[in-house]
């Protein structure tokens, strides 16, 4: 699979989000990444509904919407109705994972299921062959601007070699301290999508930093 980049308006100027998405618009990402959180979940609260359906109406790229919140079965309907494209819930939030995905499935979107950093890929086992997107925490959930958590590469790839047997087809996405650095470790373990926040939007060159994520080549550690 091609490296995908899915910037993360997490770390943008929220005053200026219309901002943030044209650098999107004119990047050569491929998907915009929406961090949900309630409060609740993790200690902090980001968009609504209301702020999404606006992400939606401008932005020219699908909308990766990453629900850290609890509960998400009573909110999957508005999700979709406010424009995501891809919805992915945690593991750790879902009572009923199954039933959760292919909800998900009947509104029309990709679904995937995220990994705190204790979880591990072998919980997936019996769910990895209906996602569309597993996405690995590689930083604890909550706030943008963590430290890269090293054990990560091999995690990752355990679940590559997990989907190669089950779902080649799979999005392996990578949302925590995601950058030059990193992203070329993170493809060689499995990695195609990678989230970056603080790499692009704290950048003065959010495009330049897009573009190199883009061409990231994996290398060997």
């Not at 508005?78 to 909800?103: K, N, P, Q």
């Amino acid at each position: 699979m091609n490296v995908l980049v899915s910037p993360s308006i997490l770390n943008a100027d929220f005053l200026h989000l219309s901002d943030a998405v044209e650098v999107v618009n004119n990047s050569e990402a491929d998907w915009l990444h929406l961090d949900i959180m309630d409060g609740v979940y993790v200690p902090n609260l980001t968009f609504g509904f209301p702020v999404i359906s606006q992400i939606k109406s401008i932005s020219k790229k699908p909308l990766d919407v990453h629900l850290m919140i609890t509960e998400p079965d009573r909110h999957l309907e508005r999700f979709r109705d406010s424009g995501a494209d891809i919805l992915t819930v945690h593991y750790e939030a879902c009572t009923h994972l199954h039933r959760t995905v292919h909800h998900i499935h009947t509104l029309g979107m990709k679904a995937g299921v995220a990994l705190n950093p204790h979880t591990p890929v072998t919980l997936l086992k019996d769910i990895l062959h209906d996602l569309d997107l597993v996405l690995i925490m590689t930083v604890n959930p909550g706030y943008g601007g963590q430290k890269f958590i090293e054990h990560s590469y091999k995690k990752i790839s355990e679940l590559k070699n997990m989907m190669n047997a089950t779902n080649p087809a799979c999005h392996l996405e990578v949302d925590g301290g995601v950058d030059d650095k990193t992203a070329p470790l993170l493809v060689k373990a499995g990695a195609n999508v990678l989230v970056a926040g603080t790499y692009v939007f704290r950048s003065t060159e959010p495009l330049k930093q897009i573009e190199k994520l883009k061409n990231i080549q994996p290398i060997s550690q």
